[in-house]
């Protein structure tokens, strides 16, 4: 295995990853997209391993792919800050956030616009996701700030507030009352579905999934048609939506957590994007 990674290989890589496109990683590096696929090729033999996971419409990362992401991100930075260094042209300050899609959408994307505006020397490359995504993520290196979600106490982070859930229903097609009861949850390993499914095994309650999706916006839209009931932080319901009576009997379910963790160290542009984050989260 040659470990020697070279730069065009590892951006070709970060790009294509990205985009989750090669022909969109071609279009951004001005190349085509048969060479594109070549430059993969080339690094997964020097990694000695398979880097991406080829699908029809799409393409993301293996394990060892999400690995070498994060040093590969570090390695190109670097070599451009010195780069920039060298030619005494300034280098815009890039920093890669990790956000829940629920903020990404609805909350956080005006104040990232307006934080980029009073800081135009800053480049922000922002990632909505599922949280443990992101906390894999950031302690693989690919993020230098996340707020994710998570159970009380999972891990440190610099800031933290609670996120309480709620079961919610339809408000004119309710079906809490529905033996057993239809749940619209996210994908495996996505936030409330296990704590969902445990607390109503702990009453006793039947219960069988009808519908799944990774988007909030599916999942508050299925809801809000009758389709089944889910646990949802409560900021989320929608006016199509009513919290499940307590005389349906669904079980109380532990506040989640929303945390804030960044880099130790980082410039001052970090430590005001977390504050920034904070006060939205805070209102």
Known sequence: MNTAFNLDLLRAFAAVVDSRSFTAAALQLHSTQSTISQKIIRLEEAAGQALLERARHDVRPTDAGEKLLGYARRILHLHDEAAAAMTGTALAAVFRLGLPEDFASQLVTPALARFMRTHPNTKLEVTSGLSRDLQKGFETGEFDLVMVKQ??????????????????????????????????????????????????????????????????????????????????????????????????????????EIVIRHMDNGPDQIRQLAEMLAEIVGD
């Open 151 to 256: 159970k009380r106490g999972e891990t440190m982070g610099t800031m933290h507030w609670p996120e309480p859930l709620s079961w919610l229903d339809s408000a004119d097609f309710p079906v809490s009352h529905v033996d057993p009861l239809p749940l619209v949850v996210f994908p495996p390993n996505g936030l409330y579905r296990s704590d969902m499914m445990e607390a109503l095994d702990r009453v006793g309650r039947r219960w069988h999934v009808v519908f799944t999706s990774s988007s909030l916006a599916s999942i508050q839209s299925a809801v809000a048609e009758g389709l089944g009931v889910s646990l949802l932080p409560t900021r989320v319901a929608l006016p199509g939506h009513q919290m499940v009576p307590a005389a349906a009997g669904l079980p109380s379910v532990e506040p989640m």
